[in-house]
């Protein structure tokens, strides 16, 4: 079945860093990815909606100049979270339509636990 | 797409169906019923969906009402690997909207 790949799984970086996450379809192309943000102990929240070759799509109330997503390709979408601040920890996870897959269902990575100290 | 209203919490005793409930009274004709869970620190895992037939597969039954306004999540035989947040969501199929989560059950599978 398909799969996406997130990488790191998990990572420890500085207040006032960036840090990159990567989002890859494994055995499918998908023109469309997700990322989504998870605070301990609530459900996942929607935070834009990746494009490839075009601008990603932004929540209502997400940072689009402190959450760049860049989908340069039909396998790999990136999430840079840009001077990272503590309160920006937290698990991020991406998923990805496959096409020929279940009623247009979606899969999801493993998702990628972020600790901004 | 529509909203589902699911308990927060449920307990199953190992080796017992699981019946984990789930509400979408507004859900339109075009929608399917997806249920997904996540086990603690992963990324959600698809369980099964379905429009208005009841479906099987090798690791859950869904049921759904005949009005398609409820339906019912069946973990046939629990074990303590199915203690995760099931997530109910009913999304329109042909599109490449997202998926939105709503708060989930937190099954409990006790030994």
């Known amino acids: 079945g398909a799969v996406v790949s997130q990488h790191p799984s998990w990572v420890i970086c500085k207040s006032g860093t960036s840090v990159k996450i990567e989002c890859r379809s494994l055995d499918f192309q998908a023109t469309t990815m997700f990322w989504y943000r998870q605070f301990p102990k609530q459900s996942l929240m929607l935070m834009a909606t990746?494009?490839?070759?075009?601008?990603?799509?932004?929540e209502q109330g997400v940072e689009k100049d402190k959450f760049l997503i860049n989908h340069a390709s039909l396998t790999l979408s990136t999430l840079t979270v840009t001077s990272a601040h503590p309160e920006d920890s937290s698990f991020y996870i991406c998923s990805a339509r496959d096409p020929s897959g279940y009623a247009f269902g979606y899969t999801f990575g493993s998702g990628t636990r972020l600790t901004v100290v | 797409d529509a909203k589902t209203t699911q308990p927060t919490s449920m307990d199953c005793a190992e080796g017992r169906a699981a019946n984990l409930p789930c509400n979408h009274s507004t859900i339109s004709g075009n929608e399917y019923v997806y249920w997904y869970r996540q086990i603690h620190s992963q990324g959600p895992q698809y369980i099964i969906h379905?429009?208005?037939n009841n479906e099987t597969n090798e690791m859950a039954s869904l049921i759904i009402t005949e009005d398609r306004k409820s339906s019912t999540l069946i973990l046939p035989h629990a074990t303590l690997r199915d203690t995760a947040v099931y997530y109910c969501i009913v999304r329109a199929a042909n599109t490449g909207n997202q998926f939105y989560f709503g708060t989930g059950t937190s099954l409990t599978v006790i030994p």
């Open positions: 379905g429009l208005k």
């Open positions: 990746s494009n490839e070759g075009s601008k990603a799509t932004y």
